[in-house]
C-alpha cells in the first residue's frame, strides 16, 4: 500500500529551542493528520484511511518523543491520538484479512486470476506500494493449499463476520472523530502547543 510522504517541517530554527521547533512538528503532523479528513465519511477509502492511521502514528510519535519540551496539557490530548491510532490500525487490520480470505476464496473458484495477481503483488512490492506481502498472497492462492468444502464454508462464515467486524470497527472510530471535532480537538490541541512550556 502507498505510504503517504510525510509533510516537510518548514520554519524549523537552529537557534530556537528544542520546545519551539518541537511545537512546529507537532503543529505540521497534525495538519498531516487532518489532511486526511475528508475521507472520514467514506468506509470505501481503504487507503486514505491507512494513510490517516500513518498521520496519527506520526502525530503520536511527536507527541511522546518530545513529552518533556511540550506543555503539560498536551498530555491528556495524546491519548486522543493514540486512539484514532489504534482505531484506524484495528480497521486496516480487517481489511488486509477480508483482502486476503477473498483472494483465497476468489481463487479456488478457478484460479484465472492467479498469475495476474501474484505478478501485479510483486511489480507493487518492489514498489512498496502493496497491501500484503506477496509471499503471502502466493501460499493464500497455491491451488495445492485449497480448502476443502467445508474449510470453505468455514472462510465464507469468517469473510461475513469481519465484514460486519469491520463496520462496527468503522462506525467506532467515525464516531470518535465526530465526538472529537465537536469539541474542536484541532484547535484544542493548538491551543496546548502554544501553551506554556513546562517547568
Avoid at 524549523?12 to 465519511?41: F, K
Avoid at 481463487?107 to 506500494?129: I, M, N, T
Wanted: glycine content about 6%; overall charge neutral.
Amino acid at each position: 500500500m502507498l505510504m503517504a510522504k510525510a509533510r516537510t517541517v518548514t520554519g524549523l530554527d537552529l537557534q530556537a529551542s528544542t520546545g519551539e521547533n518541537a511545537r512546529l512538528i507537532a503543529q505540521t503532523r497534525l495538519d498531516e493528520l487532518y489532511g486526511w479528513e475528508r475521507y472520514v465519511d467514506n468506509p470505501y477509502h481503504i487507503r486514505e484511511l491507512h494513510n490517516m492511521r500513518i498521520a496519527a502514528k506520526r502525530l503520536r510519535y511527536t507527541l511522546e518523543i518530545f513529552a518533556e519540551e511540550l506543555p503539560e496539557s498536551v498530555a491528556p490530548l495524546l491519548k486522543e491520538v493514540e486512539q484514532i491510532q489504534e482505531e484506524l490500525g484495528s480497521l486496516h487490520d480487517s481489511d488486509v484479512v477480508i483482502a486476503l480470505l477473498r483472494l483465497c476464496l476468489g481463487a479456488q473458484d478457478g484460479g484465472s486470476g492467479y498469475e495476474y495477481v501474484l505478478a501485479h503483488a510483486r511489480q507493487l512490492k518492489k514498489k512498496a506500494d502493496f497491501l500484503v506481502n506477496p509471499a503471502l498472497i502466493a501460499y493464500v492462492l497455491d491451488p495445492a493449499a485449497a480448502p476443502s468444502a467445508d474449510e470453505r464454508h468455514g472462510l465464507e462464515a469468517l469473510l461475513q463476520d469481519l465484514h460486519k467486524r469491520r463496520g462496527s470497527q468503522y462506525t467506532a472510530f467515525r464516531k470518535h472523530w465526530n465526538r472529537l471535532n465537536k469539541r474542536n480537538f484541532r484547535q484544542e490541541l493548538l491551543d496546548a502547543l502554544a501553551g506554556p512550556a513546562q517547568q
